[in-house]
Nanobody
Framework: QVQLVESGGGFVQAGGSLRLSCAAS????????MGWFRQVPGKVREFVAA????????DYADSVKGRFTISRDNAKNTMYLQMNSLKPEDTAVYYC????????????????WGQGTQVTVSS
C-alpha cells in the first residue's frame, strides 16, 4: 500500500509559478508509475502529467505541454510538478496518484490517491 500527501498548492497570479510535491510512504514507491490529475467542481478529473517508475518516460496533457514539468526522486520517495506560466484555467484541485501498471493518462487505472492540494490562479 502507498500513502500519498500533496503539498505546494496556493494562490498565484497569472504568469507565475508553483511547485507541487507528492510525498509517498512505503518502500515500494520506485515500483509505481505516478501521475498528476486535476479537478474543478462539476467536471471530470483531468489528466495533467505522468511519469514512469524510473522516471525515464513522461507524458503531458496538451494544455500543459511546455509549461509544466513532472519529475521524481525515488531516493526521497517524492514526485514533483513544476508549473510555470500559470493561467487562470489551471485553477483546480491537484491530485497525485500511483499506478502499479504503466504511466497512463486514464485516472481509472490509478489505485492510490492523495487528498489533493488547491491551486488558484488569478487573472
Amino acid at each position: 500500500q502507498v500513502q500519498l500527501v500533496e503539498s505546494g498548492g496556493g494562490f498565484v497570479q497569472a504568469g507565475g509559478s508553483l511547485r507541487l510535491s507528492c510525498a509517498a510512504s512505503g518502500r515500494t514507491f520506485r515500483s509505481y508509475a505516478m501521475g498528476w490529475f486535476r479537478q474543478v467542481p462539476g467536471k471530470v478529473r483531468e489528466f495533467v502529467a505522468a511519469i514512469s517508475s524510473r522516471g525515464g518516460r513522461t507524458d503531458y496533457a496538451d494544455s500543459v505541454k511546455g509549461r509544466f514539468t513532472i519529475s521524481r526522486d525515488n531516493a526521497k520517495n517524492t514526485m514533483y510538478l513544476q508549473m510555470n506560466s500559470l493561467k487562470p484555467e489551471d485553477t483546480a484541485v491537484y491530485y497525485c496518484a500511483a499506478n502499479a501498471g504503466s504511466d497512463s493518462s486514464d485516472y481509472t487505472t490509478y489505485r492510490y490517491w492523495g487528498q489533493g492540494t488547491q491551486v488558484t490562479v488569478s487573472s
